[in-house]
């Protein structure tokens, strides 16, 4: 009997094999996150969705460049409830800024020329004095050394000129158009800190917990079980009423830490429970696949193994609960703002422009401008993100590949 591996081969089998070989280098493959985002591309609301956010994010990122009038400069009186128009409060920013760069530079100078301790010392004290009282600690709260630099590129690109009050004015006279761009950083940077914080805790959280299994994982999710059991409301309340306490609020303040950074992370790792829970479903369902096998096989370590081998893959499903968590965080930021607990002014939130919008509406007198942009800019937001998530939840089902 001939052996079938020595047999020889029929030439238009060869023929055949090349031909099967050359399609196979001809047909392209498409990855899941290729097949994904062709399939996102196709719904109309989530790329609608998509640009809008896009958008305002860059508009919020971009804030300080823009010709806004100042969000918390007041202007009493006959500015006070202005309806929409195209007025605009005039400020000499160029010449303040001249006025200032040079107060400091004649300071400097004398500074450098100071003879004695008593001089350098008084110096020092005027010189934290008037960049204290700086146009720019007066116009813009407290702005960072970035956000100064763009600052000052706005003034020296557009000058005295600021857009007009397209938005009408609040009961102080201040812009409501600005303070929605400037409110749009503090709530959008809420959203993304405060979910980003939950993901770390989340996923680290309940990926650990599915893996272990056990023992372990009963503890686990026991303890998420009864942090589900505390009105976290309270628990808000309280901590910000002990980091309000002047002495903890100083003590804070020297390492650089205010209270609405507190309450980025705060927000942040209440909204870790639920994740948690998703994640450790996900994880249940893949630690037993062949390809972690395999990596048990190779000797790999358990924390490579949840953190490079089964949390890449639960990533479609925690992208999906992000752009859901980023809403939840937002209106919860919003309600604490409502409430007078959130942000805090001379800060400016969305939720804290609704919540000062609607005590200027009385029976008498219903200032809708000081509450309708605000209220807007929130709602399409929110809508915005919640169709971006159930696009995402579509295009990333891997159910629905190549369809």
Request: proline content about 5%; aromatic content about 10%; some cysteine.
């Amino acid at each position: 009997m001939t052996d079938q591996s020595t047999r020889p081969h029929d030439p238009r089998d060869l023929e055949h094999y090349a031909t099967l070989l050359e399609n196979a280098h001809r047909e392209k493959g498409i990855s899941l996150w290729k097949d994904a985002w062709r399939r996102l591309r196709r719904n109309k609301a989530s790329m609608v969705s998509l640009v809008f956010l896009v958008l305002l994010s860059l508009s919020a990122l971009l804030t300080p460049l823009l010709p806004l009038q100042s969000p918390v400069e007041q202007h009493l009186g006959d500015g006070t409830f202005q309806p929409p128009g195209m007025t605009a409060a005039h400020l000499p920013l160029l010449e303040l800024r001249q006025e200032y760069d040079e107060t400091i530079a004649e300071l400097d100078a004398r500074l450098d020329a100071a003879e004695t301790a008593q001089q350098r010392s008084e110096l020092e004290d005027e010189l934290e004095s008037i960049v204290l009282n700086s146009p720019f600690e007066r116009y813009w709260n407290k702005p960072g050394p970035i956000t100064r630099l763009m600052i000052r590129f706005r003034i020296s690109l557009f000058g005295n000129w600021s857009v007009p009050s397209i938005c009408g004015t609040d009961n102080l006279g201040r812009d409501v158009f600005s303070r929605l761009f400037w409110g749009a950083r503090v709530s959008l940077v809420v959203g993304i800190v405060a979910t980003l914080v939950s993901l770390l805790i989340g996923v680290s959280y309940g990926a650990t917990a599915g893996y272990l299994g056990g023992r372990v994982d009963r503890i686990m999710m026991r303890i998420v079980d009864i942090f589900y059991s505390v009105p976290f409301i309270f628990v808000v309340i309280f901590l910000i009423t002990i980091l309000d306490e002047p002495s903890i609020k100083a003590s804070l303040e020297q390492f650089g830490i205010d209270r609405i950074t507190i309450f980025y992370f705060l927000i942040g790792a209440i909204y870790w429970l639920t994740m948690a829970r998703v994640v450790r479903g996900q994880i249940i369902s893949l630690k037993n696949e062949q390809f972690i096998e395999a990596a048990r096989t190779i000797g790999a370590s358990r924390a490579r193994i949840i953190f490079r081998h089964l949390i890449p893959n639960v990533m479609g499903i925690v992208i999906v609960y992000l752009t859901l968590t980023i809403p939840a965080v937002m209106r919860f930021e919003a309600f604490l703002s409502f409430l007078g607990i959130g942000v805090a002014p001379p800060d400016v939130s969305w939720g804290l422009l609704v919540n000062e919008g609607l005590q200027d509406i009385t029976p008498i007198k219903i200032y809708w401008w000081s509450v309708t942009f605000s209220g807007l800019a929130l709602a399409m937001t929110l809508f915005a993100l919640s169709f971006l998530g159930d696009g995402l939840r579509d295009a990333l089902d891997p159910r629905m590949k190549n369809r």
